[in-house]
């Protein structure tokens, strides 16, 4: 077997760069961008309902993983659901409405009803608050 040969890269013959001088003003800062990733996680939000809830109690890790992707799993059931009931009402735009025959939809009887109040009165707080 013959040995493979290593690829080295030739120098490179141009003249080095002088250093810049500083502005009597003194250097100036670049602002960086935050670039946040897709939203990854609801855990932060379970300890904070459940003190509202029961307080005293906690969650285990185990729990709060299985809580995080249930939640991801509905919400994604319900962007889709809306998405489709926009489609079908040839429209883009999915409304506070598609939410909310989406839910509807898919979460059953009083659970569906609470969870459509509770989003009413949070409307109303954001339109009356902005």
């Known amino acids: 077997m ?3 040969e290593t690829f080295k890269p030739e120098p490179y013959d141009a003249e080095p ?3 810049k001088q500083k502005t009597a003003k ?27 809830v029961h307080t005293g109690l906690s969650l285990s890790h185990d729990s709060v993983n299985i809580l995080d ?7 994604e059931q319900i962007a889709e ?3 489709r009931l926009a489609r079908n009402n040839k429209r883009r735009t999915i409304t506070h409405e598609d939410i909310e025959t989406a839910v509807r ?9 609470y969870s459509i109040t509770q989003a009413t009165k949070s409307l109303i707080r954001y339109h009356t608050c902005r």
């Open 17 to 19: 760069k002088k250093a």
């Open 105 to 113: 939809l898919l979460l059953p009887g009083v659970l569906s009803k």
């Open 2 to 4: 013959a040995k493979a």
């Open 81 to 83: 659901e809306a998405g």
């Open 26 to 52: 003194g250097r100036r800062r670049r602002h960086r961008h935050c670039h946040h990733d897709n939203f990854s996680s609801f855990a932060t939000y379970f300890p904070r309902v459940l003190r509202q």
């Open 69 to 75: 992707l249930f939640v991801k799993g509905m919400f």
